[in-house]
């Protein structure tokens, strides 16, 4: 009861700060909705990256050798160990501050942040611990799927006709995309934590942050040169969905050293050195 009530004497003390963190919550819950609509209008990164990703896992199910493939996946399971590392210890530090007793906040005030009421303080924060939070899971359950992906595409039969490798494509696809919506939204809370941590200069800070927030990450999915550059790579990958066709079931490839002799008879019949 009172720490219910110390809540309620904060939130009567100082209602901008409430009216800053709706605006934040908005903003937060609102961005999918504000992506959704803007797509109406031009494209996205999101959703060209969903076509860019199909194509590679079309051309992953007919490439022989698959070391290509396997270093693409390295590179993002390393992007996302990362970016999780960096997040426990953004907790970590923030946690440190939250549940250190007095000292720190001590230090902080010395810094010349405002902790007169040390409940309001406590509960920025907190917000900010909450979003670093989210942002976590959201990166570890990226590496997982990561994981299973990598375990389908090792699966994979070498010799398939375009109708079994448009399944195996989906199938690979399926596992692949909410990894990676899974590493963006672990990404955007990185976001929205900076945002959160503004509240500590103010409500004012808090709101305009969130806004600013909002407008960044809906400018660079849309309006960025790389959005323009994914954009124009998703129209070509379109206009030529399978670039690379299938090798038949149970077609030998040739070996090097046959396809050698054969440049070699061909270059003799035609008239030689």
């Not at 490439?63 to 590392?85: P, W």
């Amino acid at each position: 009861m009172s720490l219910l009530s110390n809540l309620i004497d904060s939130a009567r003390e100082s209602p901008l700060d409430i009216v800053g963190l709706v605006i934040f919550i908005f903003c937060w819950l609102g961005y999918e909705p504000f992506l959704r609509r803007i797509s109406k209008s031009r494209g996205l990164i999101t959703k060209d990256l969903s076509v860019v990703r199909r194509a590679w896992m079309k051309e992953m199910t007919v490439r022989e050798v698959k070391l290509f493939d396997s270093n693409l996946m390295a590179h993002a399971v390393n992007s996302a160990t990362n970016f999780s590392s960096a997040n426990l210890l953004l907790i970590a530090a923030v946690a440190g501050v939250l549940f250190g007793g007095h000292l720190p906040i001590k230090s902080m005030s010395a810094l010349g942040f405002d902790v007169s009421s040390v409940v309001l303080f406590q509960i920025k924060l907190a917000l900010v611990v909450v979003c670093l939070s989210r942002g976590l899971l959201d990166f570890i359950w990226s590496l997982r799927q990561m994981n299973y992906c990598a375990a389908a595409m090792g699966s994979l039969p070498e010799n398939m006709d375009k109708d079994t490798a448009a399944k195996f494509t989906n199938a690979v696809t399926n596992i692949l995309e909410p990894a990676m919506s899974s590493f963006s939204q672990g990404v955007r809370a990185y976001y929205f934590s900076l945002a959160a941590a503004a509240w500590l200069l103010g409500p004012i800070y808090l709101a305009v942050a969130s806004i600013g927030a909002v407008l960044l990450l809906g400018w660079r999915q849309s309006r960025s040169q790389s959005a323009r550059g994914l954009k124009q790579l998703r129209e070509l990958l379109e206009e030529h969905p399978y670039p690379t066709p299938p090798r038949p079931i149970n077609v030998p490839v040739a070996s090097d050293a046959e396809k050698t002799s054969e440049n070699i008879a061909s270059h003799n019949a035609k008239g030689g050195y």
